[in-house]
């Protein structure tokens, strides 16, 4: 399975965009990137994914670069609220079921 | 819509003594799973059930954790007897099986401490 690396923390500005970066170079092509996200005391929450396109929801957007090696979540219009712990993982098409998380991008939102 | 549905919220115990956790998932989702996420880590897969089956157990430590999901809806995870390195919170999800991606819901954890 492909490994991410993500940096350990970022700050955000209270209504600024929020672009979380995640390098998965070791990806291969039937492999999506997937988004979730962990509040404090919450359990984690699903925010998008990605195979090839990119993709945008009401949460998030996903920009996967064209040679599918790295990837970046933004939240366009950050708040307080999106503090958390940011989770990129690569799954493989035929094992979806199957989330290997890492220990992900703590985003403090800053008022 | 009700989510996954997980009690207690927490439990203080002294080790050796066993534990029990119960978890709800979505109605209709085939699929549930128990994770361990210690402090400052990812969650860690413990064991994935597809309806009342377990297919995935291989993370689980089978000395002394057990889990069941009878009649494929709610589970259970026990560990007996605890120990102090169990202290951790452990999180369930569920989701709709393989037609469902990797779109998983998780409930919000019991949180576990052993004295």
């Known amino acids: 399975d492909a490994k991410t690396t993500q940096p350990t923390s970022m700050d955000c500005a209270e209504g600024r965009a929020a672009n979380l970066p995640c390098n998965h170079s070791?990806?291969?092509?039937?492999?999506?990137v997937y988004w979730y996200r962990q509040i404090h005391s919450q359990g984690p929450q699903y925010i998008i994914h990605?195979?090839?396109n990119n993709e945008t929801n009401e949460m998030a957007s996903l920009i996967i670069t064209e040679d599918r090696k790295s990837s970046t979540l933004i939240l366009p219009h950050a708040t307080l609220r999106d503090t958390a712990v940011y989770y990129c993982?690569?799954?493989?098409?035929?094992?979806?079921?199957?989330?290997?998380f890492g220990t992900g991008t703590l985003l403090a939102v800053q008022p | 819509e009700a989510g996954v549905v997980q009690s207690p919220r927490y439990k203080i115990i002294e080790k050796k003594q066993p534990v029990a956790f119960w978890c709800n998932p979505i109605?209709?989702?085939?699929?549930l799973y128990w994770y361990l996420q210690n402090l400052g880590q990812g969650p860690e897969l413990l064991i994935r059930?597809?309806?009342?089956?377990?297919?995935?157990d291989s993370q689980l430590p089978k000395d002394r954790f057990s889990a069941e999901r009878l009649k494929g809806v709610d589970s259970t995870l026990k560990i007996q007897p605890a120990e102090l390195g169990d202290s951790a919170v452990y999180l369930c999800?569920?989701?709709?099986?393989?037609?469902?991606?990797?779109?998983?819901?998780f409930g919000p954890g019991t949180r576990l401490t052993v004295l």
């Open positions: 999800a569920s989701s709709l099986g393989s037609s469902g991606g990797g779109e998983q819901f």
């Open positions: 070791t990806i291969s092509g039937n492999e999506y």
């Open positions: 990605g195979l090839k």
């Open positions: 993982i690569v799954i493989p098409s035929g094992a979806t079921n199957k989330l290997i």
């Open positions: 109605s209709g989702h085939n699929t």
């Open positions: 059930y597809e309806n009342e089956e377990a297919v995935d």
